[in-house]
Antibody, heavy 120, light 108 residues
Framework: QVQLVQSGAEVKKPGSSVKVSCKASGGTFSSYPISWVRQAPGQGLEWMGI????????NYAQRFQGRVTITTDESTNTAYMELSNLRSEDTAVYYC?????????????WGQGTLVTVSS | EIVLTQSPATLSLSPGERATLSCRAS??????LAWYQQKPGQAPRLLIYDASNRATGIPARFSGSGSGTDFTLTISSLEPEDFAVYFC??????????FGQGTRLEIK
């Protein structure tokens, strides 16, 4: 059974960066797209971007272009999402999630979420 | 960007009743629609993919239908554990993928 385990909660200052990790066990990232989705308190789900291993490329939602970087390390089955120039509106739970197969980004396995709090 | 609009925002029903949740796309998305369930403090869970296919382990009381721009998630007979928030999501010509704003299913 695939499990995605994310790094712990973070408290960051405005203007700083955060890097969240997502480690897979019981499976690999090697063929599956990995998305990052965030959820502000009491709000809906917001897709931030995706890494597609078969093309070795990342693609980002327009509103996060230039601020977010998604990478993976196949040797450790770990994905990373780094968000820079943090502001208070970035306070949210950040989830990693794996696509169903190499060409289907529907999210069938999710991490437990990482709370990122941005506060001065 | 394709916008998904879910209705109603909140649905109040009793256990045993039938629930019908809607998701409308701003342009045609064929059947590239998924549904997720989210309970408080938990990550979302995939229920339905490609509009009508149940994900692994999802009970048969959950069903999805629709194509083009109009989609429906039906829960045939509500169980207490079904009261949660439901999101639709589309993947046509991904990336990007987009989510609806959610429907809260609450106990009446």
């Amino acid at each position: 059974q695939v499990q995605l385990v994310q790094s712990g909660a973070e408290v960051k200052k405005p203007g700083s960066s955060v890097k969240v990790s997502c480690k897979a066990s019981g499976g690999t990232f090697s063929s599956y797209p990995i998305s990052w989705v965030r959820q502000a308190p009491g709000q809906g789900l917001e897709w931030m971007g995706i890494f597609v291993p078969i093309f070795n490329t990342a693609n980002y939602a327009q509103r996060f272009q230039g601020r977010v970087t998604i990478t993976t390390d196949e040797s450790t089955n770990t994905a990373y999402m780094e968000l820079s120039n943090l502001r208070s509106e970035d306070t949210a739970v950040y989830y990693c999630a794996r696509g169903r197969n190499w060409n289907d980004p529907d999210l069938d396995y999710w991490g437990q979420g990482t709370l990122v709090t941005v506060s001065s | 960007e394709i916008v998904l609009t879910q209705s109603p925002a909140t649905l109040s029903l009793s256990p045993g009743e039938r629930a019908t949740l809607s998701c409308r796309a701003s342009q045609t998305i064929s059947t590239y629609l998924a549904w997720y369930q989210q309970k408080p403090g938990q990550a979302p869970r995939l229920l339905i993919y490609d509009a009508s296919n149940r994900a692994t382990g999802i009970p048969a009381r959950f069903s999805g239908s629709g194509s083009g721009t109009d989609f429906t998630l039906t829960i045939s007979s509500l169980e207490p554990e079904d009261f949660a928030v439901y999101f639709c999501q589309q993947r046509t010509n991904w990336p990007p993928i987009t989510f609806g704003q959610g429907t809260r299913l609450e106990i009446k």
